[in-house]
């Protein structure tokens, strides 16, 4: 009757560990940058040295997911004097949730780090300026705002 007793109990404490467990993994789960981190291969194409200032209308907002495996991020393309280029801003997780709105037809000045992505020029944005109001998304060495509890 002892072990008996003994055996339902363990059962009952497994069981018990096995169901917390997986109460415990239905809550928030740590996903990381998504591919968008300074240590990352997109993180690493930034470069201080090529940063530029451009000005121009917005002509079109996107999802974008600039390499296998990375979470979707957001990118823009904007019509200069000179030039139609793609944008590259940051993960989407943390551009949906800024209170700078960007839309189709908004004059806007970028600056950012001019790189060639997939054969063509692009800018990965460090900020944009919108009338008065600034959207931060890297400091001056390209880290971006979203790691910056990581520093």
Known sequence: MK?????????????LSLVSE????????????????????YGRIYNPATVETIAGEVTGIDKITP????NYGVHMTVKTDKEVISIHLGPGWFIEN?????????????????????GKPAIIAAEIKKGKDVLKLRDENGFPV??????
């Open 146 to 151: 979203w790691s910056g509890w990581r520093r």
């Open 22 to 41: 997986s109460f415990a993994q239905t809550g928030m789960m740590w996903r990381g940058s998504g591919g968008w981190g300074t240590g990352t291969p």
């Open 98 to 118: 800024q209170d700078v709105n960007i839309n189709n037809g908004d004059k806007v000045e970028v600056k950012g780090s001019r790189v060639t992505f997939n």
């Open 3 to 15: 072990k008996f007793t003994f055996l339902t109990a363990m059962i009952f404490v497994i069981s």
């Open 67 to 70: 390499f296998r495996g990375m």
